[in-house]
């Protein structure tokens, strides 16, 4: 909600870009915490674990972290104890069948 998010300019660049802004309601933070929550882990599985040298190298730390643990490692219990992967790809197939 802060000004920079309704400037003239950066709305402009999110039209001319093909995009819509969108805000969460005030003072509803369970808005952010899927988020929140995403970063934390980021931050203490990949960011904090050593000192990058380039941003390539943290870019593909990040990129395997996701690919190799977050999607295909990590169990939900909304999804029950299913990965995601586990659970997208059973649910790309039910449809299908």
């Not at 980021?42 to 977050?70: G, M, S």
Request: proline share 2%; glycine share 6%.
């Amino acid at each position: 909600r802060g000004s920079q998010f309704r400037s003239k300019k950066y709305v402009r660049t999110l039209a001319n870009n093909g995009l819509l802004g969108s805000m969460g309601r005030v003072g509803a933070c369970a808005d952010n915490s899927a988020m929140e929550s995403f970063f934390a882990l980021l931050q203490r599985n990949v960011l904090d674990r050593q000192r990058w040298r380039t941003r390539q190298e943290l870019r593909l730390a990040i990129v395997t972290w996701i690919e190799r643990t977050y999607h295909r490692k990590r169990r939900q219990r909304r999804l029950g104890k299913l990965t995601p992967i586990e659970f997208e790809t059973i649910n790309r197939a039910a449809p299908a069948a």
